[in-house]
T-cell receptor
């Protein structure tokens, strides 16, 4: 089974600064999707960004961007110009493109604190 | 993306009782799922709610404990039966959308505390 590892249980960043959250995964598949989800204290899981494995170009969504290294099986999230509202748990997730059922594999999460 | 309404948002229950959680989606979706998130933990898939047939349960989860209904393509319920304190968790309804059902969207979750 695929595994997703987030080695940073907690991170903090100064407001307006940049922070990078790490994620690695293990798979034997060549086609898949990777995601970052944000879960604020409201519990709502929010999709932040998505990356298709067949695309070499790193995905970007406003202040959020990823560094996707397929060979290294690494998928980090960079948050630029951090805002107080970015404080949340961030989960990295893997989705097999070949799996027609639902198996989203989630990491254990990184708790991000934004310091005013 | 689909708008997913989940209720109740939280509940405190007594040991041995049951709680039914409802999930309503504003559009028809093929794939609907129930997740559990134990305190400080990641998400664990409980089951896939199948419309018109029995749910597909993941290892470690059984129908007697977590019965699921899916009467149509916009609605599902999860019941947590004969609760114990170990069932205290956040329960999340989710749906998959996109050309390959590759994106997962979530309801706001149900915070369950069992005394």
């Amino acid at each position: 089974a695929q595994t997703v590892t987030q080695s940073q249980p907690e991170m903090s960043v100064q407001e307006a600064e940049t922070v990078t959250l790490s994620c690695t995964y293990d798979t034997s598949e060549s086609d898949y999707y990777l995601f970052w989800y944000k879960q604020p204290p409201s519990r709502q899981m929010i999709l932040v960004i998505r990356q298709e494995a067949y695309k070499q170009q790193n995905a970007t969504e406003n202040r959020f961007s990823v560094n996707f290294q397929k060979a290294a099986k690494s998928f980090s999230l960079k948050i630029s110009d951090s805002q107080l509202g970015d404080a949340a748990m961030y989960f990295c997730a893997y989705r097999s493109l070949l799996n027609t059922g639902n198996q989203f594999y989630f990491g254990t999460g990184t708790s991000l604190t934004v310091i005013p | 993306s689909a708008v997913i309404s989940q209720k109740p948002s939280r509940d405190i229950c007594q040991r041995g009782t049951s709680l039914t959680i409802q999930c309503q989606v504003d559009s028809q979706v093929t794939m609907m799922f129930w997740y559990r998130q134990q305190p400080g933990q990641s998400l664990t898939l409980i089951a896939t709610a199948n419309q018109g047939s029995e749910a597909t349960y993941e290892s470690g989860f059984v129908i007697d404990k977590f019965p699921i209904s899916r009467p149509n393509l916009t609605f599902s319920t999860l019941t947590v039966s004969n609760m114990s304190p170990e069932d205290s968790s956040i329960y999340l309804c989710s749906v998959a959308q996109g050309p390959a059902n590759e994106k997962l969207f979530f309801g706001s979750g149900t915070q369950l505390s069992v005394l």
